[in-house]
T-cell receptor, first 113, second 113 residues
């Protein structure tokens, strides 16, 4: 079965600091990769996704993620975080041949003004 | 606004009771997914329907059931409720059977007392 690991459970950063959240998955086949964000009290929103092509994908609000196939990783990055980025971030994997989305346990990001 | 509509937004009920959560997918989306989000278990996939038929099953308890109707809306039925069923229940939808990019509703907060 597929699994998704997010090793950082809780990250605290000051505004303007750089962010990198780790995501690793276990699946040997072709996958689609996603990052979702959940702001306090809100639903999950799609931040960015990777299906194929350029392994560096850019999403909304200045976020980007890099797919490294050899490392089974899809880390999320942002050069300079803002207080408004405080949220829960979920990495998700969907196999090209499957229906299920597998979510990581989430990383809680707190940005201090 | 993702276009996925869930009702009710909040629900408080007693143990042993039964509740029904409703989801209307985005216009044109045939796939509906149900997820449970709780503090201790994270985001758990429950079940997926595609065009009225069950396509994938996750960690859904036998006390829970779901269906998707001809108009594509879906209902999640939770019965013999226990305190531990208190959680945020999300519905998500996508346009294809493989679920390439799913969009979440705002969730239904269920509190069992």
């Amino acid at each position: 079965a597929q699994s998704v690991s997010q090793h950082n459970h809780h990250v605290i950063l000051s505004e303007a600091a750089s962010l990198e959240l780790g995501c690793n998955y276990s699946y040997g086949g072709t996958v689609n990769l996603f990052w979702y964000v959940q702001y306090p009290g809100q639903h999950l929103q799609l931040l960015l996704k990777y299906f194929s092509g350029d392994p560096l994908v850019k999403g909304i609000k200045g976020f980007e993620a890099e797919f490294i196939k050899s490392k089974f990783s899809f880390n999320l990055r942002k050069p300079s975080v803002q207080w408004s980025d405080t949220a829960e971030y979920f990495c998700a994997v969907n196999a090209n041949t499957g229906n299920q989305f597998y979510f990581g346990t989430g990383t809680s990001l707190t940005v201090i003004p | 606004d993702s276009g996925v509509t869930q009702t009710p937004k909040h629900l408080i009920t007693a143990t042993g009771q039964r509740v029904t959560l409703r989801c209307s997918p985005r216009s044109g989306d045939l796939s509906v997914y149900w997820y449970q989000q709780s503090l201790d278990q994270g985001l758990q996939f429950l079940i997926q329907y595609y065009n009225g038929e069950e396509r994938a099953k996750g960690n859904i308890l036998e006390r829970f059931s779901a269906q998707q109707f001809p108009d594509l809306h879906s209902e999640l039925n939770l019965s013999s409720l226990e305190l531990g069923d208190s959680a945020l229940y999300f519905c998500a939808s996508s346009g294809d059977i493989l679920g390439n990019t799913i969009y979440f509703g705002e969730g239904s907060w269920l509190t069992v007392v």
